[in-house]
């Protein structure tokens, strides 16, 4: 087996001088370097794309975590990062376009709970009127914080509006 010899030489003033030899071997030498590629590499990828924005409006798609949703965003249906929503301008084909933000209403984190209270939020007629001027072809759809977040006290609610026949969307919902 090949080996590759490091030497560290550490200088003391005084009396004499400490020497340390370390010898570690070529494989494990070579597995330095590939993991230290990776981090370089996950590095410069960084995370998830952010969507640039004007005016307010996306007009270059990305990736966003639900939290960070403002109304009038558009949503695919594309699954990218676990814990993120692909944003797209509304122009494009998208599924949900944001109408609401609001906070949870309840106590503890229980599903059920957590949904009748975004039921009751994100389903009122007037809200959804008031965003997209009619709800006959509409259905309602809603983001919530993990448990995990809602332990590290996120509560936000996110209310979405996607067609009732689960047909893609083209232009903004918004009247």
């Known amino acids: 087996m090949q080996s590759l010899v490091l030497r560290e030489v550490v200088a003391t003033s005084g009396a004499g001088t400490a020497r340390a030899h370390r010898v570690i071997s070529f494989q494990t030498a070579r597995r330095a370097v590939t993991l230290l590629a990776f981090v370089v590499v996950v590095a ?36 990218p990062t676990p814990g993120y929503v692909e944003v797209v301008p509304c122009e494009e084909s998208h599924v949900r376009e944001v109408f609401l933000l609001s906070e949870l209403e309840v106590d503890r984190y229980d ?65």
């Open 44 to 79: 410069a990828c960084g995370g998830p794309s952010e969507p640039v924005r004007q005016d307010g409006g996306v007009v270059e798609g990305g990736e966003l975590r639900p939290s960070a949703l403002r109304v009038g965003d558009c949503i695919t249906d594309q699954e």
């Open 111 to 175: 599903r059920d709970e957590i949904d009748e209270s975004a039921r009751g939020i994100c389903g009122d007629p007037e809200a959804v009127a008031g965003y997209a001027g009619g709800t006959a072809d509409l259905a309602v759809f809603w983001y919530v914080p993990t448990e995990a977040e809602y332990d590290e006290g996120e509560s936000f609610l996110v209310c979405a509006l996607r067609s009732a026949s689960d047909e893609p969307l083209t232009g903004s919902l918004h009247r």
